[in-house]
């Protein structure tokens, strides 16, 4: 039975226990629950972002890392730990920057960072917004070369003005010499906005707004 108040003295009530916080670090608050956000539907089937899973996917993400055509402009060569301490700080991080793997019709074929563009030191270099959020990926080189990076983009893109309210633009980096990762990013949607002088490359921002039509 529940504590009763009897006489002129009082039972004490239990305290229910307080509901846990939302956790902090991958896929937490600062991006409003990623690992939990629907697949987006495709041409080519549904497009999900799984975040990392830093012992089952390593060997992956450091094979595509070490591809020539992904290397020249990640720097990620080498052995599969120079990829992992790429992910250990965000996967042990605030969750400010998320690692994913793109897995498309049940196939993990790409490798995606969304980040809080705001809360980065890219932001240090454009005039970032509150909620800017950032893109950063690769494709697998069996996936390459036939408008998949372009579906993606946009597909991703209104994942994360869908789920992420506050956010009224997403944003990239890619480098100026990366010429079909820019044309990819102009096909999805986003507008060219100038170069930026980053510490390690000179990079197109790229910019697609919220349309009034763009899902809430």
């Not at 504590?3 to 956790?23: F, I, N």
């Not at 697998?140 to 036939?146: E, Q």
Request: aromatic fraction near 6%; include cysteine; proline fraction near 13%.
């Amino acid at each position: 039975m529940p504590p009763t108040e009897s006489g002129s003295g009082t039972t004490p009530v239990r305290q229910l226990p307080r509901a846990p916080e939302p956790p902090a670090g991958p896929a937490g608050p600062l991006l409003d629950g990623l690992a939990d956000w629907p697949p987006a539907r495709t041409a080519e089937g549904p497009f999900a972002l799984v975040p990392v899973d830093p012992v089952a996917d390593l060997a992956r993400i450091a094979a595509w890392m070490n591809d020539p055509a992904v290397a020249a402009y990640w720097e990620l060569t080498g052995p599969a730990e120079v990829t992992a301490a790429h992910l250990r700080p965000q996967l042990t991080g605030d969750g400010r920057s998320v690692p994913c793997l793109g897995v498309l019709a049940g196939v993990p074929m790409s490798y995606w960072e969304v980040y809080r563009a705001d809360l980065d030191p890219l932001a240090r270099h454009y005039p970032a917004r509150p909620h800017d959020t950032g893109l950063h990926l690769l494709l697998g080189a069996d996936h390459r070369g036939r408008g998949l990076g372009t579906a993606l983009l946009r597909a991703v893109t209104d994942l994360v003005l869908a789920h992420r309210p506050r956010c009224t633009r997403v944003v990239a980096e890619p480098d100026v010499r990366n010429t079909p990762s820019v044309s990819a990013f102009l096909a999805a949607g986003f507008r060219y906005d100038g170069e930026l002088a980053l510490p390690d490359k000179r990079a197109a921002l790229m910019i697609r707004d919220r349309h009034p039509l763009d899902p809430l």
